[in-house]
């Protein structure tokens, strides 16, 4: 056997057998290293004599191809075991029950939001989602509310451009309207959101949340509205009796409108909801006014119905017994250790909102 037919023969076998990307290595330099096997032997070509030189040279190249082929197949092989080997040590099992899962805490105003919607769920009502970046006509104009309303300025807008087209919600009424230009009549739905205005104190942030309610529907009247908040307030705070005083107030996109305020006291520095003398305005609601059905097509003859708007972190502070609104945007994690909820502790009405 030629020398070039000897190295093909027990390279080849000994590149199979390798088993890890050292041994491979070594043997690529074996071969094709500066002193290499093959490297020599193409060194040496200029030896040959001229008439064996041509089969000699085309003999070496293609033992050269064949080792190179082999090297390659071999390398990408141990790659893949070496993948595979990998994955297999790091296989999660996602079929095994959460153990710590305790890490996090819900915040309370996101708690909060899920109770409502869970509450209002209940009787028929569904969710709704509007952007926090809203144009002028939604938040205003079609809310009845034309250039110039005083109520413009008391609503301490943010606005984004020098037009004053584009503005941060400042509340989520503008919701509504987007519901039901969407959709047609029945509407029974709430919107909870953030909303923004201009405003920080305790009991007020420039970034704040709202939850609104539409329902629109044939012979839709304020007793209904009524019904309606007496049940959620009952329910939002877990007691049997509350105490509930709606006050005339004025919105322009409902007709008659109202604020209301529920009756609570302090016994040993705890709020009781439902019992004593004191008021606190909650929310703002009234009969949805005949000219915002009319702004977005809705036939007045047939249909009517009440919104109300709900101060969400109000709630908040009241149910959990937090005092300063500013602390529920500080990301301070200890406050949310403290007043923040478990995650997988969903609240439902059945089993109970807070448990
Ligand atoms: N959008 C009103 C506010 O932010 C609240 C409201 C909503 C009043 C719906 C009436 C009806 O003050």
Redesign the pocket.
Known sequence: MSEIETLRADFLSKIKDINNKQDLDNIKTELFGKNGKITSLFKNIGKIEADKKKDFASNLNSLKNDLLSEINKISSELEIKEINSKLKNEKIDITLPVRNYVEGKIHPVSQVIDEISSIFSEIGFSVEEGPDVENEYNNFTALNTPDNHPARDMHDTFYLNNEKELLLR????PVQIRTMIKDKPPFKIIAPGR?YRSDSDQTHAPMFH?V??LHIDKNINMAHLKGCLNYFIKEFFEVKKIKMRFRPSH?P??EP?AEVDIGYEIKDGKIIIGEGDKWLEI????MVHPNVLKNVKIDTKKFQGY???IGIDRLAMLKYGINDLRAFFECDYRWLNHFGFDPLDVPTNYRGLSR
């Open positions: 400042t509340h989520t009424s909303t709202q609104e309610g919105f996109f409902t409108s929310l703002g609601c009234g919104a109300f708007g």
